[in-house]
Each structure stands twice: as structure tokens, then as C-alpha cells.
């Protein structure tokens, strides 16, 4: 017998970059030397000093027993001290702070926590994809901001109608952003919370990127604009910023009726974190953040290398301020698929078309700078030997 999934999920997006890793694939089992940059998977291994705090935390019997439903005590209370720390945001760890199972399963459950069907989503465009299955699966509709390179990639609430204005109820921001690797301004989250409290929408602020800030500039939180906690909540995970992708632990911090909603929705889904995860969470929360700044400036040298080495094969390209992205302009001429495509095929280069990322990613790709530096020169002397841009000198 076979059984026909539910309408719901018939209607989930297509996963677009499956197709992506099978192109990718074939290329490796063909014996290709292929450079992947399509990827957003941290390369670097989880720092030791966490390492072992989950080692220790497993061997202790009373972990392996249920944890608490709403997370630990502990482990909240590690996020509000590294929520003050940070970002000088006093939260209360008993109703400010919810535990996720890793940022994505937090960005997908909200729109079931706080919409109905029919009631209708903010989201970027482009954006992370998975802002719009949690859209469909809680039966809501969706009104795209253009992330625009004349707007610094950052959406234009001028360019929404009031009557969409009126309509939303939840609106999707990402900075650091994925994919463009633009970073946010107090001046526009001052504006957002404006429009927000003019509009009742409530704002979900994606922070993965927040450990990840170039130049000197360190990333803003949401949190730290005056009446933030108002107008929604930020979504934090250890995935990027402590290479613990795996791990699945992250965290939504701001807003109380919108963490009770999350809290009473994972309820029914979950029995919380492993506590073993939770207490090796509060370590990299709390220890000694020295590995953070190794690589934040680990990822910095990677772009700079990368955006050198662009410039100097004629390829005109804009440097990220924060993520560990680069979201760069394909050649003339070509789509932003068949612009990967042809540098899979004969370059070996993996890159992430930006179509992949919604309507106006389109003519654009996404660079991962999870490799050495190394590799990424090789694989921009790999891009310049297919002509496609005047050719400079490239330094060694």
C-alpha cells in the first residue's frame, strides 16, 4: 500500500538546492576536485572547551533522564547573561527566553504560534527558505520585501502598501543577512519598530549571523533598540557563531506573549533538549569567548582574500559586512543558474544560484567562505581561466 502525504505538506516549496547537491555529487563520483562554495555548513570543528563539557555532562546519570519541558534553568539563565554581556539587554529567563531545537525549527513553528490560516506573513526576498515553509505549513500568506543593492539590502516599508501593512501580523528580518551578507543599522531597526507599532505586526528578528561582524563593526541586536521586547523577539543558535550546527541548540529571546507561545506549541512536540546539549550550550555561552573572536577574524581574512582575488580577475563585486557570505553579481548574459552551472561544469566551483532564495536573488549567486584561503584562490584563478571577466594579474 502507499499512502498520499497530506495536502500540507504537497504544498511545502520545493527543496531547491537538492537539485544542486545531485549536480554536485555526480561531479565528485566523476573524480572532480570540485571546491564547494554553495555550501552554508561551518567548516571548522566545535571548539575543545565545549567538546568536553558535553563529555562530562553525558557520563551524569540524572541527564539522561527527561529534561524539564521549557529547557533547563540553567541554560536560560547562561542566554540572558550572554544576552547582557553582549548586547546590554536585560532579559528574564523565566518568560523572555524559550529553547529551540537549532534557529530553523524556532523560524518554522512561529507562524504556527501566532498566525491563522489565511493571515498573512512579512518575509525578505531573498531570504533563508525556510521562512516559507513555516508560512505554509501554518497555512498563511506570504508578501515579499525586495532586499535591493541601492538599499543597502535592506527593505524599503515605504514600498508596502498600507493595505498589506495592515494585513501582516509577522514579519521576517535576517541580519547579518543570508544570503547578501548585509548587516542592519540602528536607524532601521528604529524604523521597523515604528511601523511595526503602527501596524501590530510582530517581528521576528533571525540573528544566526550575530557572531559574525567585519571591519570593527559588531553586529546589532535587535534587542538593544528601545521598545524592541515590544514589537517581537530575536532568534539566536551556537550553530555559527560556536560551530555547533549540529548540535541543534539555539534559543528566542524578547517578547513574553510571543515566548509563551512558542514554549506552549513546543510542549506538545517535544520534551526539551537533551540536558547533556543544554549544559554544554550554557559553557559556550558563558566561558571564555576567545574562540569567537578567532573566528570572526578567521572568517574576515576569508572574505578579504576572496573579494581581493575577485577584483583582481575583473569580476566587480561588493564586499559582505557580516555572515560568512558573499552575494555577488553573475556576468552579463547569464541567469544566476546557468551562471552556476557552467562554473560547476567546467570550473569545478560550486556556488549557490540566487534565485534559490527568492525572486529578486535572481542574477545573483551566493559564495560560502567556508574554505581555506587556499582554496579560495584557487577557485577564483579556476573562474578567471574561463574568460568571463577581464583578466588581471592574481597575486599568489
Keep these: 500500500m502507499e499512502f498520499q502525504k497530506s495536502d500540507v505538506l504537497k504544498k511545502l516549496p520545493e527543496q531547491f538546492f537538492a537539485s544542486l547537491v545531485q549536480k554536485v555529487q555526480k561531479k565528485i563520483h566523476e573524480g572532480a576536485d570540485v571546491i564547494n562554495l554553495g555550501q552554508g555548513n561551518p567548516d571548522q570543528p566545535t ?36 544576552y547582557e554581556r553582549e548586547y546590554g539587554v536585560t532579559l528574564d529567563p523565566e518568560c523572555e527566553i524559550a529553547i529551540l531545537f537549532g534557529g530553523k525549527a524556532g523560524l518554522v513553528e ?88 503602527d501596524h501590530d505586526i510582530c517581528v521576528v528578528h533571525d540573528f544566526a549571523y550575530g557572531g559574525i561582524g567585519f571591519d570593527g563593526e559588531k553586529p546589532i541586536s535587535f534587542l538593544q533598540i528601545d521598545g524592541a521586547k515590544d514589537t ?49 550550550a550554557s559553557e559556550a555561552l558563558l566561558a571564555d569567548q576567545t574562540c569567537v573572536q578567532v573566528q570572526n577574524e578567521r572568517y574576515e581574512n576569508r572574505r578579504n582574500v576572496w573579494i581581493a582575488a575577485c577584483k583582481e580577475i575583473g569580476w566587480d563585486v561588493r564586499a559582505p559586512k557580516g555572515s560568512f557570505f558573499a552575494w555577488l553579481k553573475v556576468p552579463e548574459g547569464y541567469t544566476a543558474e546557468s551562471f552556476s552551472d557552467l562554473l560547476l561544469e567546467k570550473a569545478h566551483v560550486v556556488v549557490a544560484p540566487g534565485n534559490g532564495f527568492g525572486t529578486h536573488g535572481e542574477g545573483y549567486v551566493r559564495v560560502g567562505l567556508l574554505t581555506s584561503e587556499k582554496r579560495l584562490k584557487e577557485a577564483a584563478k579556476r573562474i578567471a581561466a574561463l574568460g568571463l571577466f577581464e583578466k588581471k594579474p592574481l597575486t599568489t
Design 110 to 197: 512561529l507562524p504556527q504560534c501566532l498566525l491563522n490560516p489565511g493571515d498573512t506573513l512579512l518575509v525578505p526576498d531573498p531570504g533563508y527558505p525556510d521562512y516559507w515553509s513555516g508560512a505554509v505549513l501554518a497555512g498563511a500568506d506570504m508578501i515579499t520585501m525586495p532586499l535591493l543593492e541601492k538599499n543597502d539590502f535592506l527593505p524599503d516599508y515605504d514600498q508596502l502598501s498600507d493595505d498589506h501593512k495592515n494585513k501582516a501580523k509577522l514579519m521576517y528580518l535576517n541580519y547579518p543577512n543570508n544570503p547578501t551578507g548585509a548587516t542592519a543599522t540602528r536607524a532601521f531597526f528604529e524604523d521597523t519598530i515604528r511601523m511595526a507599532k
Design 47 to 82: 571548539p575543545q572547551h565545549i567538546v568536553q563539557a558535553m563529555q562530562l555532562a553525558v557520563e551524569k546519570p540524572e541527564n539522561h533522564q527527561y529534561s524539564s519541558f521549557r529547557g533547563t534553568a540553567q541554560f536560560k539563565k547562561a542566554a540572558a547573561a550572554f
Design 232 to 280: 517581537g523577539i530575536e532568534i539566536y543558535t551556537l550553530s555559527k557563531t560556536y560551530n555547533m550546527a549540529g548540535w541543534r541548540v539555539g534559543f528566542a529571546v524578547g517578547n513574553r506573549s510571543v515566548i509563551e507561545a512558542i514554549e506552549l506549541y513546543q510542549d506538545h512536540l517535544f520534551v526539551s533538549l537533551f540536558k547533556a546539549t543544554q549544559d554544554a
